[in-house]
């Protein structure tokens, strides 16, 4: 559909009245996002099923992501699932289908995604960001995994200086906490949220590509750790964990791979 169309343009521009999105706000400070959707986000859906759709026969409500739903939007929203409004279908962004609750996900049909390759990740981003000179394209399209939002949410973070401290602690480890407790400070202020949000993010991504390294004992400790990183960062993601410390337990946790391999070399 051509951008100056009269559909296309609604859609841009939030308006089109049969087409709801759900996502984090803003805070007031104009620049951080909440820490997940709300139940009165998904309250306000109401409004929207007590019409019929007035520009087409269905309306579409996207939640992205659902895994940023608080526990009781969680539950609102199951109400609609379980008795949909006629002519609705809902599309729902999910980047941890495991840890949905059950009733949701038995609910829905699973639509999964592959990655972009290189050549369509640089291609998305050198469009979505004409102002990134060509290092900075190269490690957002690293970073994103073939997932081109996400790469374009961490431009102007330095991701390839995160990756490197958190590489440093896979390869090195941090025998005396110094790497660990550095990294947990330089991303504790509140200005570092987005880097912080980053962190959650890359941490069980970086335990996950270290993983597939492995075999036997150490493959099987290098899962647990992946487990135990995504529980927490989900977890971080949804409450008001201390971002401080939950970096710290984090890092350790990449640390931890170090000495797997140690153990299972000696």
């Known amino acids: 559909m051509p951008e ?3 559909i296309a343009r609604l859609v841009a521009a939030g308006s089109h009245p049969d087409l709801v999105r759900l996502e984090r706000l803003t805070k007031d400070n104009g620049t951080d996002l909440a820490r997940s959707i709300s139940v ?9 099923f007590s019409t019929t759709p007035s520009m087409s026969a269905w309306r579409a409500v996207v939640i992205d992501s659902i895994d940023d739903l608080e526990r009781n939007a ?12 006629p002519h609705t279908v809902f599309l729902l962004v999910s980047h941890a289908p495991e840890r949905l609750l059950p009733t949701i996900r038995s609910r829905c049909r699973v639509l999964r995604f592959s990655p972009l390759d290189d050549d369509a990740m640089t291609s998305a981003l050198r469009i979505a960001l004409p102002e990134a000179d060509e290092g900075e394209i190269r490690e957002l399209a ?14 102007g973070l330095d991701i390839a200086a995160l990756d490197q401290a958190m590489r440093a602690l896979i390869a090195e480890g ?8 550095a990294l947990a400070q330089s991303l504790s202020s ?6 912080y949000e980053a962190f959650l993010a890359r941490t069980p991504s970086l335990i996950a590509e270290a993983a597939r390294t492995r075999s ?4 099987a400790e290098a899962l ?3 487990e135990r990183a995504s529980a927490l960062a989900g977890a971080a993601r949804r409450t008001s964990l201390d971002a401080q410390s939950t970096a710290f337990e984090l890092a350790g946790m990449l640390a931890a791979l170090a000495r797997t391999d140690a153990r299972n070399a000696a």
């Open 142 to 155: 690293k970073v994103g995994e073939g997932a081109p939002g996400r790469a374009v949410a961490w431009q």
């Open 4 to 6: 100056d169309h009269r």
């Open 74 to 85: 969680a539950n609102a929203l199951l109400k609609n699932l379980e008795e949909p409004p």
């Open 174 to 181: 941090d025998p005396t906490n110094a790497r660990r407790a």
């Open 216 to 219: 036997g004992p150490a493959l």
């Open 190 to 195: 509140k200005s570092a949220q987005p880097r």
């Open 224 to 226: 647990a750790l992946w």
């Open 40 to 48: 009165d986000q998904v309250r306000s859906l109401q409004r929207l």
